[in-house]
């Protein structure tokens, strides 16, 4: 089977619940030439602030087996796929373990820090509720796996996001496009038509990939501009009608 095909059987089996069309929940919105097709969520830094419990676990793990760890090392890796992280700290660390071992090591760290509590992002929870109030449908793409997704989605009403898109389900990680690629074929649209709200070069390289309008809302790491870029300093005060004019900024 070629890439593209499995491309599109990842993403048929990636929606997790029926389209706006089939439960109606457009007709609560006037005027949909406003708003963005849909929005796509980067997770790790721009929906919540789990960066620094990735680096205490990443600190955590060296002092375990005796490596060095700085917080620089851990802020290269913003935005990167698991595995291609836990390879970097097998070789920085000089582990003797696997990246599937170490990638495991380390969700048992996050895991626990975001059971005690989610630090959301300012404004993105806000956001969230107003485009789900608006019609926008939604999508979470995430390199992070299922079992850190799933303690921070019960934070959130049920239907919150359409489409979920997790590290564990994809054969390319970002900065591939196939997650953003994923989530948009899973919703049924043109990645063009949608707004991605990355924090990461490596997620934003993924989502501009695709296709998609890309807003930057810087946190840990800086971004560099890009063709499909359009940078923000928050989330705060942003509204569907907000994002469907950043798509206009790019002509």
């Given at each position: 089977m070629t890439e593209p095909d499995d491309e599109r059987r990842r993403a048929e089996d990636a929606r997790l619940v029926p389209?706006?069309?089939?439960?109606g929940r457009n007709d609560v919105v006037g005027d949909q030439t406003s708003l963005p097709a849909a929005v796509l969520w980067d997770m790790d830094g721009t929906l919540v602030d789990t960066e620094p419990?990735?680096?205490?676990?990443e600190t955590a793990l060296a002092h375990r087996h005796g490596a060095e760890w700085t917080e620089a090392d851990g802020l290269s890796l913003v935005g990167n796929s698991l595995l291609t992280s836990a390879g970097y700290i097998r070789e920085r660390m000089g582990l003797d373990l696997t990246p599937e071992e170490i990638v495991e090591e380390l969700?048992?760290?996050?895991v626990a820090s975001v059971r005690e509590s989610v630090p959301w992002r300012p404004g993105a929870r806000e956001l969230l509720e107003e485009l789900h109030a608006r019609g926008v449908p939604c999508a979470l793409v995430t390199m992070s796996y299922e079992r850190l997704v799933a303690p921070i989605l019960g934070h959130l009403p049920a239907d919150t996001f359409d489409v979920v898109i997790t590290g564990d389900k994809v054969s390319y990680g970002k900065p591939h496009p196939e997650p953003y690629l994923s989530a948009a074929a899973a919703l049924g649209l043109d990645p063009a038509d949608c707004v991605?709200?990355?924090d990461s070069s490596t997620g934003a390289t993924s989502a501009e990939a695709a296709g998609c309008t890309v807003l930057v809302v810087?946190?840990?790491?800086?971004?560099?501009?890009?063709?499909?870029?359009?940078?923000?300093?928050?989330?705060?005060?942003?509204?569907?009608?907000?994002?469907?004019r950043l798509q206009s900024e790019l002509g």
């Open positions: 389209n706006d069309n089939e439960t419990a990735w680096v205490a676990a969700l048992d760290g996050v991605a709200i990355e810087q946190n840990h790491v800086a971004v560099p501009p890009g063709p499909r870029r359009v940078f923000r300093d928050s989330l705060t005060e942003l509204d569907g009608p907000a994002l469907a």
